[in-house]
């Protein structure tokens, strides 16, 4: 298949912080990687994260890396801590013949057909100058979708797996957790705005929502647009978009993973410049 097909994470390493970013604590100092390593990110922030708090980030970085992004980093062979004990075969759903029952059957994850989901937002209310009627949480409507091979043709692929099986019919599946994806671009977005602005640069939204994994307010601070945008040469795409943001007193930085993949873009205010 299409190993190592994905452009590299460009190396950077920040000046070390020498104190937790989210809690405060000068103790068992962990470095932070801005983007999670098994995604490919190398963009690493020294001396930033406590051990309690990286067991906090770890968490719901850990759930999204192996229910979200599980099948695509076997498919694209990203980097993984724990790489001789990633499976070699995944359950895909398979009719043996028009006439009976899904069942599950082990594939070889080389050629395993599966679904990458993205959740659609609207801007953030912090950003936008509206306020969010109705759910305010992490729950999302919409969902950008795609087949992993897509640039090569899914409906091909999945017409040569359901062949190569000597099936009736094969049905690609994809697990998605929006509250930790939402945790996640919230600790994507607010240790970057540290590395690059550092610690006294601005009064953050984001650490209680991240500490407590809480979610609920998430319309306030995360959102995106729903439009599609070009595929990037970049494997991720993260920076300052101030000209987005109707206050300028507000620090609001654009994530876009996996950018190579024509993925979604999100929009994340960090906090209240000093």
């Known amino acids: 298949m299409f190993k190592n097909s994905l452009p590299l994470h460009a190396n950077k390493k920040y ?3 020498g104190i937790c970013i989210y809690c405060g604590s000068k103790e068992n100092l962990g470095d932070e990687h801005i983007v999670p390593l098994g995604l490919g990110g190398r963009w690493i922030l020294p001396d930033s994260s406590c051990a309690e708090c990286a067991a906090i ?3 719901f970085e850990g759930v999204c890396l192996r229910t979200m992004f599980g099948p695509l980093r076997l498919y694209y062979d990203l980097p993984s ?3 001789k004990s990633r499976p070699k075969t995944l359950p895909l759903k398979i009719k043996k013949a028009p006439n009976l029952d899904w069942e599950n059957l082990e594939v070889d994850q080389n050629i395993y057909p599966f679904l990458v989901l993205f959740p659609y ?3 953030p209310d912090e950003l936008s100058g509206f306020t969010t ?4 949480d992490s729950a999302a409507k919409h969902f950008w979708i795609r087949g992993a091979s897509f640039r090569h043709g899914f409906n091909a692929h999945m017409e040569q797996v359901t062949q190569e099986l000597g099936v009736a019919e094969i ?7 929006t509250p930790e994806f939402c945790l996640m671009l919230a600790k994507i977005a607010h240790s970057y705005s540290i590395a690059e602005m550092g610690t006294d640069s601005f009064s953050p939204f984001l650490t209680s929502m991240i500490l407590n994994t809480d979610t609920s307010n998430r319309a306030q601070y995360i959102g995106g647009i729903r439009s599609s945008e070009p595929r990037s040469t970049n494997l991720h795409e993260i920076s300052f978009n101030s000209h987005t943001c ?3 007193d507000i620090v609001a930085v654009r994530v ?6 024509e993925t979604p873009t999100y929009f994340i205010a960090v906090g209240r410049r000093r």
């Open 15 to 17: 000046k070390p912080v």
């Open 57 to 59: 980030t770890a968490q």
């Open 81 to 83: 801590r724990r790489r």
């Open 121 to 123: 937002y609207l801007m």
């Open 133 to 136: 009627i109705g759910r305010r």
């Open 171 to 177: 049905q690609p599946t994809a697990n998605f957790s």
């Open 246 to 248: 109707i206050r300028p």
């Open 256 to 261: 876009r993973l996996l950018a190579t993949l």
